[in-house]
């Protein structure tokens, strides 16, 4: 996976990982056993809902004795843009099994208190809708994966405390992200003791894990102005990462996409939303020609480009796909996110083991010198300038606002009105 690009290399996602792949392994042979009818107890169900009278002060016996031979599931948490998400996603996409639900926190609560209020147009309000609720949710999914946990008002809090009792007496496995340890869920609500129980249940049925590595890799990206990096590293990688992420507005990746136009086909190893990655050696090295690359510009707005190298005579092919590359990306108006090993005006070089050279230097090199006018033609020399030219131009604020990636035109935007106010902060400072 981090080969592929869906994942970076970050010691505290693979420990994340390693205790996903523990439930993974426990998921491949679970079959839940099916509930047990519960016991009618009609009297104070009302009561019991909203953490009130009677049933909620005999809460504890009730949902402190839950038998279950379901595997323990995870609970996630950790500070924003640490990767969270993506490692939950990742399980959710590889767990073995088909009865499964993956949704966003708030709308799962959305949809639990429209079923409450289905229940109760039909049933007499001495029935428990609770029960039913979790049996229902239970017989369409046995692991169920939450993005961001939260708790913020009193009736989600007194809904949870009898739903995630009832879910994990129905041998549901739950893994869940949050930014909020267990402990720190609903902290200072109104009538928090009576939340008290889903907090315990939840450290019971739940392994507690944190992740947090220090590094905000959606900051990281919303916050950097450059689409050009170098030299390659870890943390290029991480940053080049992110930016798939942003700009792909975080929808889910898919791996070896195969785009088939003029008898031909080309495979797209990461893409998601509109934005596809490819390594150099993927798209310079492999013999592609113009008709790939404007293929590839006109199904994708954003390419991620990786590991491009110096290149030298030695590498002429692959510096003429490049050049093509980029002219097809410039007059599609595209965006283009790089790593490479040294900044774009030092990319080409005149000849093997000759030091590298800036734009100027072109027009002006001597064929005598060993200058790329020596081997490459008048032509090539032109269209080298032509490409860091463009790619010059392609790195712009402007470029990237008038672009057709959204995600990243309306990042840059913010960052143009924030520097706009911090000149303005400055003048009048």
């Not at 992740?211 to 990096?229: C, H, M, N, P, Q």
């Amino acid at each position: 996976m981090v080969e592929s690009g869906l994942l970076i290399d970050d010691s505290f996602q693979r420990s994340i990982v390693a205790k996903l792949d523990r439930l993974y392994q426990e998921l491949l042979d679970y079959k839940p056993e099916p509930p047990a009818t519960p016991k009618k107890s009609p009297i104070d169900a009302v009561l019991k809902l909203f953490g009130k009278g009677a049933a909620n002060n005999s809460h504890s016996k009730a949902e402190d004795s839950i038998l279950t031979n379901a595997p323990r599931g995870l609970y996630i948490y950790g500070d924003v843009g640490t990767g969270k998400t993506t490692t939950m996603d990742l399980f959710y996409e590889t767990v073995p099994t088909s009865n499964k639900r993956r949704i966003h926190f708030h709308a799962f609560m959305l949809d639990i208190h429209a079923r409450i209020n289905a229940f109760k147009r039909t049933h007499s309000l001495s029935e428990d809708p609770i029960p039913t609720i979790a049996r229902e949710l239970a017989s369409t999914a046995h692991v169920l994966c939450f993005d961001e946990f939260q708790v913020t008002d009193i009736a989600d809090a007194m809904v949870l405390r009898r739903l995630t009792t009832e879910l994990f007496r129905n041998n549901v496995v739950i893994v869940t992200t949050s930014n909020r340890h267990p402990d720190e869920l609903y902290k200072n609500g109104i009538q928090r003791e009576s939340f008290l129980p889903c907090i315990k249940m939840l450290k019971q049925q739940c392994q507690v894990v944190s992740l947090d590595s220090g590094t905000d890799y959606r900051k990281i990206a919303r916050e950097t102005e450059s689409v050009y990096f170098s030299p390659i590293n870890a943390d290029t990688n991480k940053v080049l990462h992110a930016l798939f992420v942003l700009a792909s507005d975080n929808v889910p990746a898919e791996t070896d996409r195969q785009l088939s136009f003029l008898g031909r086909s080309l495979n797209v190893p990461l893409a998601a939303n509109g934005v596809a990655k490819f390594s150099f050696s993927q798209l310079c090295k492999d013999a592609h020609g113009s008709a790939d690359y404007i293929e590839l510009a006109r199904h994708f707005h954003t390419l991620i480009l990786t590991d491009v190298p110096r290149m030298d005579i030695s590498d002429r092919n692959e510096a003429r796909r490049f050049i093509t590359l980029i002219d097809a990306l410039y007059e599609s108006h595209s965006v283009l996110i790089m790593s490479s090993e040294a900044s774009i005006y030092q990319l080409f070089s005149a000849s093997s083991g000759a030091n590298a050279f800036e734009t100027q230097s072109m027009l002006s090199a001597d064929p005598a010198s060993g200058s790329l006018t020596g081997y490459a033609g008048e032509e090539e020399v032109f269209a080298f300038q032509r490409a860091v030219s463009r790619l010059v131009e392609m790195s712009s604020k402007n470029w990237i606002i008038r672009s057709r990636n959204q995600a990243l035109a309306q990042n840059a935007l913010r960052q143009e009105r924030n520097s706009e106010q911090q000149r303005s902060r400055n003048v009048h400072g």
